[in-house]
């Protein structure tokens, strides 16, 4: 299986051109942090890998073109970790993980057996099965972060897409995800494509890093070498210091005046 190739995407939203050819390819095993400044399309490549919004150019997931492939084959085959999920009221969260099943479940079937087994495998993976039976909206930001992620694992995709999955976590939970993320995609070779805000992060998580200004890749390969102070400061307005740390570059902000006491 091959993992993600795409030739000059191109997305438009009411006639405006919100993506002006992305190139972009990914192999199974790596991750690829998408970062940029607000509104710079990165949300909008990952709804148009997913095939949710039409999109211009060639997709290809694993050995067929997106364009090819129905709803329900392209949910076998991509899962996505939206950054605002809706999480219907009052589901529990092994009913809302089997949410993830559905690709597997007959039109008017119902789960059965592995679907079962798959689900309840994901919770305790995610450290989730104590929570099986409570609803998804008396969790934590932490534990329901965690339940949009099995949803989508037990959707047993090889492409993991996730649009700024730490946004509501803290710290500590920001970590447990990302390193969780980072294990699954080793363990069962995943394509992993996230964006996501924190740059530190970027370059400690992503193999490659794609910088997305205006809708165009306007630098892309290893973090270090994407992560430069002047790029930083020139496609996000930011006053920063790249620092070398144990894991790659940290990029730290700096006051841009100091004024004297
Ligand atoms: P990012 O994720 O980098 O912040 P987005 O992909 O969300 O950027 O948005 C890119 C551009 O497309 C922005 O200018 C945004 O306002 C616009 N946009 C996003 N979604 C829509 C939509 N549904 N309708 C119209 N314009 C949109």
Redesign the pocket.
Known sequence: MTGVVCHGVTAR??GTT?LGGVDLVVEPGEWVVVV?P???????LLRALAGVIPAGGEIALGDRELADLRRREVAARVAVVPQTPVVPEGVAVFDYVMLGRTPYIPYWGMEGPVDRLRVNEVLERLDLASFAARPVSALSGGERQRAVLARALAQDASILLLDEPTTALDLGHQQQVLELVDGLRRESQLVVIS?LHDLTFAAQFGDRVIL?ADGVVAAEGPPEMVLQADVVSRYFGATVEVVAGPDGPLIVPVRSSRSSP
């Open positions: 939203y009411n919100v940029g607000n509104g710079a399309g990165k949300t909008t964006t997305l």
